[in-house]
C-alpha cells in the first residue's frame, strides 16, 4: 500500500453489505452452512502404483553445455495464494463469499486482503494477522481458520493494496465482531472497474473559536489519528464501501484520489477540535462522471462529536 504521505490518515468506518454474519441479520445477510451428509460417501479404491522404469539415457557421459539446458527444469509454482487461504489461527470461522463485476460477471484475479484487528486495532496497530490472495476463476474466495474474536474487527479489501487502480476500484469492508454469531460469514460484493475517474478536494473547517483551518493542520499531536477525511462510495444515507483513505495523495492543501470507477461519493470528516473533542461527520453526496475530474471545496461546520462509547477506528 502507498503510505508515502500519510499512513495515519485513514479511517475504518467501513460498511459491511451482503455479509452473513449473523442468525437474525438487520442488512440483508445470508448466512450460509456446510450441506448436510446423508449417506456414507462411497469407498475410493486404492490404486496400488508401479514401479517406476528408470529412464534410458541417450545422452554422453558428459552432457554437452546444450544438453545441460535443456534438463534444466521449470518453475511452474505460483508465488501468490489462488482462491483460498488457510489463516493457520486455528479457529472455527471462514470469511468467505463470491466477487463480481457491476455487469454481474464472475471477476477472476482480483486480490483479497483480511487484517485481523484488536479491539484497538488500526494504524497497524493491533494486528493479529494479515493474509493476501486472488479470487479464482470463478470469483471464489475463501479465509479459512479464523480465530473468533471477543473484542475486534475484521477488514476485507478487494483490489487493494498490490491492485490498487489498476482494473477495479478499491473497496473496504469492515465487520465488527458482535455481528459475527455462525461459523460461515459470507461477504459477496461487486467492484467497478476503474474509468480514470479522479478526485480533487480543497477541505477546510471551523473550529470552536471560529476560526477556520486547512484540516491538515492538527490543533496538536496525538498518538491517536486526529484528522483522518475517507472517500465513501454511494450516499450518507445508503454508503457502498470506503475507498481507502491511504490511497490518496496532498498537494498543498489539495486532497486528490485516482483510480475511481465514477459514480455516487461523499467524504467522510473525523478530526480532533483545538479543545480536545472529536467529532465526525459527511459532505453531501456528489457525482464525478466517468473518466472526469470533479473539483471540490467544503468548509465543515457544526460537526457533531464521536460518542464516547464508541471507538476512534482508523
Known sequence: MNKSISASLFTAFWVVILVACQASPVSPLEPSSEPAITSEPAAVPTLTPKLALAPTSTLPATPSAEATEKLAPTTTTTSEPVGEVDTGMGGSLSIKGVVKDDQGNVAPGVSVQLTVYGQAGGFD??????????TDEKGD????NLLRLERGHYEVWFNGGKEYGKVFENSGYYIQ???????TCLLNVIVHPVTGSTFSGVVQY?????????FYSPAFPKSEPGHVLSIVRGTPNKPEYNIGAEYYK??????????????????EFTYR???????NCKSPSFEIPPGQTRHFEYTIQDCPPVPVSEPVLP
Open 177 to 183: 465482531d458482535n455481528e459475527i454469531s455462525v461459523d
Open 125 to 134: 496497530i493491533g494486528v493479529f494477522g494479515n493474509w493476501f490472495l486472488y
Open 206 to 214: 471551523q473550529d470552536v473559536d471560529d476560526s477556520i483551518k486547512s
Open 250 to 267: 496532498i498537494t498543498g492543501n489539495t486532497t486528490e484520489w485516482q483510480g475511481l470507477a465514477g459514480g455516487t461519493y461523499f467524504l
Open 141 to 144: 474466495y475463501s479465509f479459512m
Open 273 to 279: 477540535r483545538m479543545d480536545g473533542v472529536l467529532v
